[in-house]
């Protein structure tokens, strides 16, 4: 069975930093990519950033600059470190990975959800 817990949320004042981390486990086979969601109170979850297994980036525009997404692939573990925060910044974020467990199909896969929080 695979999992994915998120450590690293918070309350930090704005123009704080974070740093996120989320790591895969369980009868992982490969991984093709891990990212980060967030979720702010009353809106859609989006896209904060994603790498691939290349190492190739994307990131959501309001987060450019400000966010660095980075990943240990030994240990199955991505990290999403955050500067600058604002308070529109506040949101749970989750972790998603793409990946092939062992003997199943390629599939996405979610962890509980950390809270990061920025407010004075």
């Known amino acids: 069975q695979v999992q994915l817990v998120e450590s690293g949320g918070g309350l930090v004042q704005p123009g704080g930093s974070l740093r996120l981390s989320c790591a895969a486990s369980?009868?992982?086979?490969?991984?093709?990519?891990m990212g980060w969601y967030r979720r702010a109170p009353g809106k859609q979850r989006e896209l904060v950033a994603r790498i691939i297994s290349s190492g190739s980036t994307n990131y959501a525009d309001s987060v450019k600059g400000r966010f660095t997404i980075s990943r240990d692939n030994a240990k199955n573990t991505v990290y999403l470190q955050m500067n600058s925060l604002k308070p529109e910044d506040t949101a749970v974020y989750y972790c998603s990975s793409l990946l092939i467990p062992q003997g199943g199909s390629r599939g996405d896969y979610w962890g509980q959800g950390t809270q990061v929080t920025v407010s004075s």
């Open positions: 369980g009868s992982i086979f490969s991984i093709y990519a």
